[in-house]
């Protein structure tokens, strides 16, 4: 006969594992992060799956879209909660299919979990989240660098503008998720300083120093094993050496896409001034803000004083001097 409180208890106690979630933007150095902890004796990843983020993307649907279902498994006596648990024994099972071994930590890195950060605190409750985060002007440009084709102001600008919406939201998620659970590591700090960084990172896991992980891509291919379609191969090699010379190449090209820009309509003038406000809050610009506020803005009311002196100062500014 079947014990349902048994059978019940038993489930529950797989959600209740610690597991470990990375996620961030494309090309923030998730690859990175996965790569190092991967050599740790006590954590396994694996390669990216991306099925897990099918079933929590789809689990975001019927609560935001797909009313009809939701409520149609709401008259069955189905509850949120059980829905929630459901994807979370999937994506656990997932997870140990994806290693194949004996381990402490189970791990998933994929970049769409840093949509689904609540969604881990509510259903993986003694689990951890990093969520890495990277200049975006460095973002667009690896972006751009990997998918070939011209550098042009409307490709930079769009996937600035895709990083802020992310890193908003995702960091929005961290904060609310707490700091006991949710973890920000800036890729910049982990490439400078990674010993240090690295040290934060398993301190806040809980689990032990070890010196593998200071050498993480002596293990690529060995204990690393990549998909062949993940697009971050290159990410889990060797720490990319942030190198004065970077800011001098995005530079260069912030100076190609800009000649001859004209903003044209308020939305292109609010979106750059919601992007300043992002790079400012995470550390990324030491540029003065004295000369930002020359621009009249309530950003609660998304209503800017667009008078004719206040738009060329502004386009002065967010173009030649943040872009």
Not at 123 to 135: A, E, G, Q, T, W
Not at 136 to 143: D, K, N, Q, T
Request: glycine content about 4%; charged content about 25%.
């Amino acid at each position: 006969m079947l014990d349902y409180n048994l059978q019940l208890k038993q489930l529950n106690n797989y959600l209740l594992h610690p597991a470990i979630f990375i996620g961030g933007s494309m090309s923030s150095g998730t690859s990175l992060v996965r790569s190092i902890l991967d050599v740790h004796p006590s954590v396994k990843c694996g390669p990216e799956t991306k099925f897990i983020n099918i079933l929590l993307d789809y689990l975001k649907r019927i609560y935001t879209k797909d009313r009809e279902s939701l409520i149609f498994m709401k008259a069955a006596g189905i509850k949120n909660q059980t829905l929630d648990k459901s994807i979370g024994l999937a994506v656990y099972y997932v997870m140990l299919m994806n290693v194949e071994r004996n381990v402490e930590r189970l791990c998933n890195k994929e970049t769409s979990n840093r949509r689904h950060i609540e969604f881990f605190k509510n259903v993986f409750p003694y689990s951890k989240f990093i969520l890495v985060i990277r200049d975006g002007r460095e973002v667009a440009f690896s972006l751009m660098k990997r998918s070939g084709g011209r550098v042009t102001f409307k490709r930079y600008f769009g996937i600035l503008k895709e990083w802020n919406y992310d890193n908003l939201d995702s960091y929005n998620q961290c904060v609310r998720a707490g700091k006991d659970f949710c973890m920000i590591v800036r890729y910049e700090s982990l490439v400078t300083a990674p010993e240090t960084e690295i040290r934060k990172m398993i301190n806040f896991l809980g689990v032990e120093w070890n010196e593998r992980v200071l050498n993480h891509e002596k293990y690529v291919n060995s204990d690393v094993k990549m998909s062949e379609t993940e697009w971050s191969r290159a990410g889990t090699r060797r720490y990319h050496q942030f190198q004065p010379k970077s800011s001098q190449k995005i530079q260069e090209t912030n100076n190609q896409i800009s000649k001859n820009v004209l903003i044209t309509n308020r939305d292109d003038l609010l979106t750059k001034v919601s992007l300043f406000l992002t790079f400012l809050s995470f550390g990324f610009t030491t540029w003065s803000v004295k000369k930002f506020i020359v621009i009249d803005f309530d950003l609660r009311k998304k209503n800017l004083i667009m008078n004719k002196k206040h738009i060329l100062l502004s386009y002065r500014f967010l173009l030649n001097d943040f872009f």
